[in-house]
């Protein structure tokens, strides 16, 4: 977009509200010049926040005509409001990994160094998403992890791990792609036991349906590509 | 006493302090200016994302500071020259939106207008829907705005006093006539730095405005929550932007506060 | 034009009925606390009255269930401070009268030079208040207050903030301005009710003691605070032949003028401090009055200095004081000729 | 004139006005309330973690209202006497902090105190580790609330004047005891607002909080940061503790203000 | 004790210089803007003055390259507003002075309980400011500066706000506290600087124009200021033998007195207002100096009206000035008798 005309159908054109969790920015960045180009006259809006965020906003009359997810559950609440229209696709699965600052000053190897009270450790909290994957990727493995803070989001992880607060944080592949150069990743194996879910719906009473069930069509089909190529993983089978 | 002014000296220690405070406000915007590449800074700034929140940040705080000023002067008027017992109570309340953390404001706001809020339904009776507007971040924006609007104007009516509008009504001026040519213009240096403040505030405004309106470009995504969604993709643009706010605020605070003091 | 007073206003005490007639210039006298500037708010407008009415050329402006707000009223208070708008150019501060009246733009222009004109200000009406000398802007709110065009003008102590330099002339524009409007001057100088006022009104505590002509009741005083207004020692009693027996007994020996009091009937006794010796002993020889006082307050007036005792004054000379060697609480002796004493009826 | 308040009639209309800001504050605040089952009220802000939540918010914004004071009236004395050109400068630069949107105040304060700030080695040399620190979140407050308790003092003292400041030196006194007993006291109400506003402020903070000191139950999660949290999980809960915030906020605003003017 | 002034502020146009003894008290003098504050100020250290130096017994307060500061002086500054800090009770303003000098709790109480005895304010320790009426604070004001116990007590204008109800009794206090103490009072009224003072020095234009033992200075005046400031009517120029010959040519008889001029030299001729009479037209007659003048200003005193053209006076009764019609603007003669006239050296 870029023009701040009107709420929906701005212009000419036509404009399509995706909201979507923050996590899928970059990629979904990448498919809106891809969908305008394919759709002329087709202006896609983005709406990027925490999951539980966006549900909350389309639940209290936010006009989205696409949603994207970071789990189930909060799709399971768009569902359970009757907002969605049909049954939600899974676009992508995501796992964990450990983020560190450049140069990894404080060593970190492993999932097991996060319980080391000496290392400034960051969370996501046990309320959102990321933070409840974290919870349970340390009870599969067995681990008590010493966190020094429980964030509200992924993105303040990342910017704790960033500006070399923290030692080392747990955040999605796909966040640590997404940082480039200001933070590096460590893979992890026990990762494969926590796989969240990214699930896209089409808004029941969308102005554009035609439109939004083609934006889904993208994510599914063509999309993979550029999600795969920001760290995702492909839906599960 | 003669109107010149006489001086006792300040204790000398006291400049310590102060320096130190001066520093501790000061340090942190200098840092975050040594952060950033000052080559990329003009592209940083005048990228189109950038250009658009900042239009929308300049338009909706500018529509905010109006409505502050529409709706806060009568309440500050109200307030400093009515003697009502229950006034002392509505003053306590109009300083509420200063201690709601923003977020729980933006909360409190879709509990009032939300589709499911109070007026909701009646709102959407109306075909009015605020939430996730750009209406819905100017009535952020001036929610947590309208305090400093008020709170200022009314001490400035307070100290300028009611001695000129007794002698413009006994001149034949109604009450209105009044208000326009006497009483406000003799408050205004409190008015513009209450305005400035409000000003300030709107421009800043992140958490009511994210849960209240979203963050959508061009519609309700103003500087602060580009800021915050560029913070970890591009940390360089978040920070060359921030300071873009600053300069921003400097200006219009420089612009206004030099003709009253705040 | 003529104005109904009769008002009263509980909590201050304060009792007051009088009438100024079409044209006339009362001024109100009388102590600190006394009710003049009460009586002022409540004819503005600006004091709601517990009851009574205020009556201007047959409209009721207060009264028992009717109120007329003060910029409705065309009454126009001038205070002791002028209180120009400090926004306003002086040319803006004397239009606002008549633009508020719904004058237009030039209309008021026009009046407003008019009036400046007429109090001799036309070369300042492009100032702000804050560049005027206390004289200018005293003039300046005069000629506001009459281009506001009111049907009475009130002053309250219009002169109190004045400097010495500047009151003659302002007292000289206020007696062409005055001469036939109706207007209420309250005033703390004899000077000023006598060239501006037809008749006086005196209050004490919240009542009307003594009202009449400026003249008579300035050289006649009889009342306490009218005589001690007037420059003037009065002491009050029953009239005797050759003067006027107070409550102690003693006789204050003076020479009856014009009606002269029945004997015994209620008189007073007046007679100048300047007419009074002051002696350290009583002195011998008849034809005197001596009092026998203590000296409560010595108040330099020019080159004299006014010796207070009690409700009578001496005026002696500054070398008189030094040699007398007075000082407050110095008994001395007040010694006055009969034939400066004028004893009348009260 | 006499000391006596002499009234003007307010224009009828403006009434209108005035009660539409006042509904405008109030109503979502009202809301808000009406979205609680006030049976479980008492359970939800007694729960451990709001009990914990509350007490870290009371005790860090005591402390950054005392620092606030500590730091604030120094500096308000300063530019309220001195007469340099450069306070001009000075006095805008304190407003700094009401511009910046929260989050970039805490991506300042990282970039002025981190491990990687301006001052972090230093800062590490000495053995001071703010990060994920309860020092953090007062720091955090005391930069947003800052300006606040400035602004205020220093139009007290201002309108104050130094008429009894001279009257002291005359007497005797050093310009530490002129200060301690005679310029302080007089301006007490302004100071006492201004205390109120930086504690309100503080009370509420949540950005500049999240971002610089992090969220750990007992240690940096001050109440709005926990608002923040359950918001998801447990609405009900969120809303009742930011009722519980409001209370606190107005009851020290009532504990205050009645013996100054805001 | 003494204190020596001699300082030049170059902004203001003030260079002044004058002594005070030990245990005198020197009364200052001179009209508005002439630079009387300002000495004050630079001798409590409020002020730093161009150039210049003040020494109070012996030690410098102000020199080349000296400066103590205010609160280190030992002045005690009274100026005319009371300045009682409102947040203290009386007895604390009065002990707010031994405090500061470090005096203990007790003791500073006790300090100032003892001056608020002096001053008769006893019953009032406890009240705050607020609740005093304007002498009673003066009064307080007056203990508070001598509670600090100044080594010199600089007084501006001390009675300048004071109502004509106060204003004697805080004369007769000051002129007892004063006695024995090193001090300097500003004053713009005779009767404080005669009673108060044992000199005066008259300034005028930041400069000393004279100075004397007050009685001297106030009688015979040798300035025009100082002939105002005593109520009496001064006309300079050179000494004939029977008067003093004016610029103009004309020539005022009267009578030379003690050390009588030289003929040819500098002179003055001094006459009290109330000497003169006022007429519309010149009289007949001869032993009589005429004076035409025009009328600028009628100022009200006591029960006589003071009639002022140029430096001139002429007192007469409110009855003269009806009868004659007198306003500003008229032309009128001054006439007073040369038995009226004292002549005398300048
Ligand atoms: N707001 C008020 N409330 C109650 N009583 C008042 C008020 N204002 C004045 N008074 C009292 O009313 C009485 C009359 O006051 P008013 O101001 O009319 O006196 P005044 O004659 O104008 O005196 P002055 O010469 O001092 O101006 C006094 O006793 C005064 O104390
Ligand atoms: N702050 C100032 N800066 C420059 N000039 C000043 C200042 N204050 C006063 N002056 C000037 O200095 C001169 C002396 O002023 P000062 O206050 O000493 O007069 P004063 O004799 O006390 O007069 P008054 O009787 O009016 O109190 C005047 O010309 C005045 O205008
Ligand atoms: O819902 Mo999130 O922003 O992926 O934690
Ligand atoms: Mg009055
Ligand atoms: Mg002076």
């Known amino acids: 977009g870029d023009d701040g005309a009107g709420d929906s159908g701005g212009g000419d054109g036509t404009t399509l509200t995706v909201f979507a969790a923050a996590s899928l920015t970059a990629p979904f960045e990448e498919l809106e010049r891809t969908f305008e180009a394919d759709h002329p006259g087709v202006d896609v809006k983005l709406s990027f926040g925490g999951s539980s965020d966006l549900v909350a906003q389309i639940t209290e009359g936010a006009e989205a005509d696409v949603f994207a997810s970071a789990d189930t559950r909060n799709m399971d609440t768009l569902v359970d409001a009757g907002l969605a229209a049909g049954d939600p696709a ?80 747990l955040v999605y592949v796909t966040d640590v792609t997404a940082a480039g150069d200001e933070v590096e990743g460590i893979e992890f194996p026990e990762s494969a036991d926590v796989v969240n879910h990214y699930p896209v719906v089409a808004v029941k009473d969308s102005a554009h349906a035609d439109l939004a069930q083609q934006w889904v069509d993208l994510v599914l089909g063509d999309g993979q590509a550029v999600l795969g190529a920001a760290g995702f993983g492909p839906p599960s089978p | 006493m003669s109107a010149r002014t006489r001086h006792v000296g300040l204790p000398r220690w006291i400049h ?105 339904a009646q709102l959407d009776a109306w075909g009015v829907q605020v939430a996730f507007s750009t209406i819905a971040v100017v009535m952020a924006q001036t929610f947590v705005s309208l305090p400093f609007l008020v709170v200022s104007l009314e001490g400035a009516l307070r100290t300028a006093g009611e001695r000129y509008d007794v002698v413009a009504a006994s001149l034949g001026a109604a009450p209105t006539t009044v208000l326009r040519r006497v009483t406000l213009p003799l408050v205004l240096p409190g008015l513009a730095s209450g305005a400035v403040l409000a000003f300030a505030r709107s421009l800043g405004e992140f958490g009511a405005t994210v849960t209240f309106a979203g963050s959508l470009e061009g519609t309700t995504r103003t500087l602060p929550l580009l800021i915050y969604n560029l913070r970890v993709t591009d940390a360089d643009a978040a920070v060359a932007m921030s300071l873009l706010l600053v300069v921003v605020a400097v200006v219009v605070i420089g612009l206004v506060r030099p003709r009253g003091a705040l | 034009m003529s104005l109904v007073v009769d008002v009263q206003v509980a909590d201050r005490d304060v009792e007051i009925a009088f009438e100024v007639a079409a044209g006339e210039t009362v001024a109100i006298l009388g102590p600190n606390g006394a009710g003049k500037s009460t009586t002022l708010d409540v004819v503005g407008g600006l004091l709601r009255p517990d009851s009574g009415r205020v009556v201007l050329d047959g409209k009721e402006l207060t009264g028992a269930d009717r109120w007329v707000a003060p910029h409705a009223r065309r009454t126009a208070l001038l205070a002791q401070d002028p209180l120009l708008f400090p926004h306003l150019s002086v040319l803006e501060n004397v239009a606002f009268g008549p633009r508020s009246r719904g004058a237009g ?35 300046v709110a005069v000629a506001r207050a009459l281009a506001a065009d009111p049907q009475l003008l009130l002053l309250d102590e219009p002169m109190a903030a004045l400097d010495i330099a500047v009151a003659p002339a302002l007292r000289q524009l206020l007696r062409t301005v005055l001469a036939d ?50 420059g003037l020692n009065l002491v009050s009693g029953v009239a005797t032949p050759d003067g ?22 209620e008189a007073v006794a007046v007679f100048r401090p300047s007419a009074v010796a002051v002696h350290r002993e009583p002195p011998g020889g008849s034809p005197r009055n001596v009092l026998s006082v203590r000296v409560e307050e010595l108040e330099p007036l020019g080159d004299v200095v006014r010796v207070r005792a009690g409700d009578l004054a001496a005026d002696v000379t500054v070398a008189a004081v030094a040699e007398l060697g007075l000082a407050p609480g110095q008994e001395v002796s007040f010694v006055v000729k009969a034939t400066e004493v004028d004893v009348y009826p009260r």
Do not use: M, Y
Request: glycine share 10%; aromatic share 2%; with cysteine.
């Open chain 3, 181 to 230: 409007r109706t207007a209420v001057v309250v005033t703390h100088h004899v000077l000023d009710a006598l060239l501006l006022a037809d008749r006086v009104v005196v209050l004490e505590g919240g009542r009307v003691v003594e009202q009449g002509p400026a003249g008579v009741v300035l050289s006649r005083p009889r009342s306490a605070f009218a005589a001690r207004f007037a």
């Open chain 1, 90 to 169: 899974e676009l992508a699965t995501n796992t964990l990994a450990i983020a560190v600052p450049p140069g990894n000053p404080g060593g970190v190897k492993g999932l097991a160094d996060l319980a080391d009270k000496d290392l400034n450790v960051v969370i996501c909290a046990p309320e959102v998403p990321c933070g409840n994957a974290a919870v349970e990727v340390a009870k599969a493995a067995g681990v008590t992890l010493a966190p020094d803070s429980e964030e509200q989001s992924v993105t303040d992880v990342l910017g704790k791990i960033e500006s070399g607060e923290g030692d080392a944080g």
């Open chain 2, 16 to 120: 310590v302090p102060a320096l130190l405070a001066g520093v501790f406000v000061v340090l942190p915007v200098a840092a975050l200016a040594t952060r950033i590449a000052w080559s990329d800074f003009p592209g940083l700034v005048t990228s189109p994302a950038a250009r658009t929140a900042l239009g929308l940040s300049l338009r909706t705080s500018t529509a905010s500071t109006l409505l502050c000023l529409l709706l806060g002067i009568p309440l500050a008027v109200v307030l400093a020259r009515s003697e009502a017992r229950w006034l002392g109570v509505a003053r306590s309340l109009v300083l509420l939106p200063l201690v709601l953390p923003p977020v729980v404001g933006g909360i409190a706001l879709l509990a009032a207008f939300g589709r499911q809020g109070l007026l909701g």
């Open chain 3, 105 to 139: 733009r030039a209309a008021a222009r026009e009046t407003a030079l008019a009036w400046l004109a007429e109090v001799d200000a036309t070369g300042l009406a492009e100032r702000r208040p804050a560049q005027l000398s206390g004289g200018q802007a005293q003039r």
């Open chain 3, 244 to 265: 006027v027996r107070r409550p102690d007994g003693s006789v204050l020996h003076g020479t009856a003028t014009d009606p002269a009091p029945r004997e015994g009937s």
